[in-house]
Nanobody, 120 residues
Framework: VQLQASGGGLVQAGGALRLSCKVTGTPFVIRDMGWYRQAPGAQRELVATISSGGGATYTDSVKGRFTISRDAATKTMYLQMNSLRPEDTAVYYC???????????????WGQGTLVTVSS
């Protein structure tokens, strides 16, 4: 099981990007998933989470601008980011709480990170 993040890039302030995070392999269960970000010189922070039932949470700074979603059929999670600001510039990481097989305990997996740069 691996997570593959993509979709980052350079965008002007006010623009939009959509990040994707695909779970590869055939996990038994994919539970909660989430997006984190880490700006230069800063600690990694939680951006948004989504449960297996679709319930979403957001950090205050992105509420109303970002939307997290997931597609169970393709095992892919998305982060639609609108009205981007320079302070959204960071490496964005996805993670997922996955039970790889019926006999294994759940474990948190991380994607490799994708860079989002918002110019002013």
């Amino acid at each position: 099981v691996q997570l593959q993040a993509s979709g980052g890039g350079l965008v002007q302030a006010g623009g939009a990007l959509r990040l994707s995070c695909k779970v590869t392999g055939t996990p038994f269960v994919i539970r909660d998933m989430g997006w984190y970000r880490q700006a230069p010189g800063a600690q990694r922070e939680l951006v948004a989470t989504i449960s297996s039932g679709g319930g979403a949470t957001y950090t205050d700074s992105v509420k109303g601008r970002f939307t997290i979603s997931r597609d169970a059929a393709t095992k892919t999670m998305y982060l639609q980011m609108n009205s981007l600001r320079p302070e959204d510039t960071a490496v964005y990481y996805c993670n997922a709480d996955i039970r790889a097989t019926a006999l294994r305990s759940p474990k948190v997996y991380w994607g490799q990170g994708t860079l989002v740069t918002v110019s002013s």
